[in-house]
Structure formats: C-alpha cells, structure tokens
C-alpha cells in the first residue's frame, strides 16, 4: 500500500491535537497531518455558547462512551462524554479556563519528571492566552486562545458569590493568579461572543497553511510500528482502510480514553491484555490504561418557579429564549453568550487542609442526568466535586476490533478517602444554597437530596446519583517508574518515533477543569519537539 509521507502525523484534533498541527506546521518547511475521526465543526450549536445545551441533549459531535458498572455507585454505569469533532471537548465543554494549583506542577516534577513544575509551566500558559484583562505576572496576551469574563452574565452568579462570602468563604477575582482559593464568577474560553475552541484559537486561523493537512472522518486503527519505531498511522475512512507515513513523529493526542485505546491495538501495553485480545504484543507496557483519574460530581438541584432569572422551561423561559436567540444573531450578546456555570469557587472540606480540594460548579439552570433529560420550570443547580481523588481506575481494551468502545472503569469511590471528603463538600454547598443572599429565590431543595440530611443518607444520595464532572486524565502517566507510559519529554518508552501528548500523560489530576492545562501540555510539547529535531 503506497501512503503518502507526512513529517509529523498527528492522531486527534482535540485541545492538544490542534495546538500541535498549529505550532509545528509554523515551520513552512515541515509537512503535518492532523487525523480527526469525527467531522469539521461547523454547527452553530458548537459555536454558541449556550448551543452546548442542546448538544447535551443531542449527543452530537460526542462519542458518548458509558463506563463499567461502579460499585462505588451502587452497580450504576456511568457516562463519559468527549467530543468528536474538530476541537475534540473543548468544542462541547462549559469553557472554564481553570489551571489548577501550583502545588499540582510541583507533585508533577517531584515524581520524577523535570521541567514540569508551575514556573517552568507558567510561560505556557502564558504563551497560549490571550486574556481581555491583560497581561501580568500570571497572564499572557496575544496567545491564541482567548480568555475573558463573561460579557452579559447573569444576576445569580454574583448572588452566589454573596451567599458563599456569607458562609465564611473568601472572594476571589482571579482563579488563575497567586491563590486559588475562595468563591467567585469563572473566565471563560469566548471570542466576540462566540465559544473559543483549540480548534477556534488553534487550527481555524491556520488551515490555508500548504503544509498543514486536515482530515476528518478518519477512526484511527493503529499506529503502525517497525523495528520498536512508529512509522505511520492505520485509519479508517468512508469504508476504506487507509495509510500515513510519518518521517519525524507520530503523535498521539486521543485524550484519556481514547490515547491508551490506540496504543494498546498498535500492541503497545500490558503484554497477557493485549494476548488475550490477540494482538501481538510489541512493547510491554504494563502502565498503558492504568492510573485513570477523574472528578466525581454530585449536584444539588433547587426548584424555583417564579426565578425567571434563571435558564428553564416554561412559557416566559421560551419567550425569553427567542428572544436572546435574536439577540445572538444580531449581536453576538445576551443569554445565549452563557456558560451556564457562570460562577463556582474552591474550598476546603476542613480548615486545616493545606489547599483547597473541593471545587464548586454554580449552575443557573436545573440539571439532571448531565443536562439530557428535560426538567421543566426554572432553578439552580449546584456541583461539588473532590478536586484531588485517591481512587485509581483503568481504561482496557473491549474489543480488538478498533470501532469498539474502551472498557471504562474510573473505579469511582474505591477509595474511602474520596467519599469522606466528597460528603464535607455536600454538606458545605447546602450551608451556602441556604445563607440569606440566595433566600431570595424562595427556591426549594430537590426532594431527593433534600431526605438526604445525615452522613450516612448523604452518602447513599452520592453513590446514587454522582458522576464524572468530565475530567479523565492519567492512563499514559508521565514518568520514569515500572508503570509509566512516557518519559518528561513525553516520549513512549521503547518505541522511538512517538509521543503522547494529551490529558493522558498527567501523573496526577489538576485541581480543577482540565482544558487549559491540556492546552498548555501541547504548547510545552510542541517546543519539546522542535528541540529534538534541531
């Protein structure tokens, strides 16, 4: 099969993906492919914030994986939404730009991995940001991706904010600056009033580039792989089994589900998992899908009929939305510009925590089963999740077949830990939906938390009702032990050729939303390569 030869292939066009086909074809001299398995994103649904909403609802431009049976959550399966499209999550996420702590980077470079540490980071970050409050010692402007606070946000938002500043909690402005603690309304990933993708920021500017090839529709199959060297790509695409040759690198960037997925059809892993799926083991990587970490949520829901400042379903909610659809056409202003988790904060579950480790997410609308089922009427919703989780889960193969879904298991709860501290947060997010700033609403506690007063009835409400808040990483961990993926260079150990570079290779979880510290993996990694090629 003759394959045309490509400098650099590039597997997935999430947040890594597209800062990496945007940084390396820079080099009018180098050729990049950047293979996509879902399509170009071009629906209106991506591109306006609130669209996210309806996209829930949809399923569209999501692969919509389901995990194993939790028996942390009561046998339940949960759901793991991540994007295929163009911009991979971060063309369906809420848009929070969240970095995490800089304790986070330092766990990072303590573990074995040098130059991953907050001030070798921090000119990543940086360098990526384009931020409308303008630069200072932790911001950047001028990068590609833009950072701002919200233009029309809503009146609950800084209600909230009164409401936590009455339970205790300090006010923070600037989540991203020299503390991380306290309550306040998040920036957001927009431009012009429209959601800033890494496809947005990061690809759309580019692709008039010659050497700079898009592909969508293509499934990866595997990376193929001579004498211990990656030396191109297997996909799939209209029916057709088709093949790139890479003369550089083979980069991976499928994400935390998806990367150890590929790795382990290519007969990267575990050696007796991928015998026993019959694939022929190449590389015996025991950590490959190992290490799963990820944020488990559990929300509070607050009924409020007559707040028709909040988003719903009712005749003055859809008479209001006609209206703000008109609005967003016209201005690119107006309630469709919302992330809907306009506002949150970081706290501790106890005072003698050295940094916050819980993290709330403040909703103006009412949310069930991740925003796919209808609720009529109006209210609020509140989520709280543990920022640093001890539980480790796995992602492994289903199938050899590649079209197959990965075996999900976060393994939610096995850590005794995580409940404990997740349980503090609940009872917490409760004081502050009560403190007076929020009275107001005359809103009414969801019946089934509501019954859920005492530990122990808190904990059952968790195990039945908590789920992921979106934030798999970890199944490729960064390091130099037994069960680690990729070296600090993020570099497969043993096969030369190929790199990892996503959400996967994170040794440990960030303490908050992790687009933006994919982001600036990407940025990091992209400098990394270009340095080994001189």
Known sequence: M????FDYLIIGAGSAGCVLAARLSEDPQVRVALLEAGAADTSVLIHCPLGMAVLAQTGQANWKFDTVPQ??????CGYQPRGKVLGGSSSLNAMIYIRGQREDYGHWAAEGNPGWSFDEVLPYFRRAEDNARGADAFHGTG???????????????????????????TVNTDFNAASQEGVGM?????????????????????????????ITGAHTCKILIEDQRAVGVEYLQQGQIRQLRATREVLLCAGALQSPQILMLSGIGPKAHLLAHGITPLRDLPGVGQNLQDHLDVVQMLDAPQLKDSIGISLGGTLKTLRGIAEWRKQRTGMLTSNVAEAGGFIKSEAGEPTP??????VIAKIVNHARTLVLGHGVSCHICVLRPLSRGSVELASADPLAPPRIDPHFLSHPDDLQRLIKGFKLMRNILQQPALASLRAQESPRSATAQSDPEIAQFIRNYGDTIYHPVGTCRMGSGAMDVVDARLRVHGISGLRVVD???MPRITSGNTNAPTIMIAEKAADMIKLDMV
């Open 357 to 362: 480790d819980l993290q709330l997410h403040f």
């Open 186 to 214: 998040y920036q957001v990933t927009h431009k012009n009033g429209e959601r800033h993708s890494a496809a947005k920021a990061y690809l759309t500017p580019n692709l008039s580039r010659p050497n700079l090839q898009v």
């Open 143 to 169: 990068g590609p991706l833009h950072v701002m606070d919200l233009t029309s946000p809503n009146a609950l938002g800084p209600q909230f904010i009164e409401a936590g500043r009455q339970a205790g909690f």
């Open 71 to 76: 028996a942390g959550l009561n046998g339940r």
């Open 503 to 505: 959400a996967s290779i």
């Open 2 to 5: 003759n394959a045309e030869s």
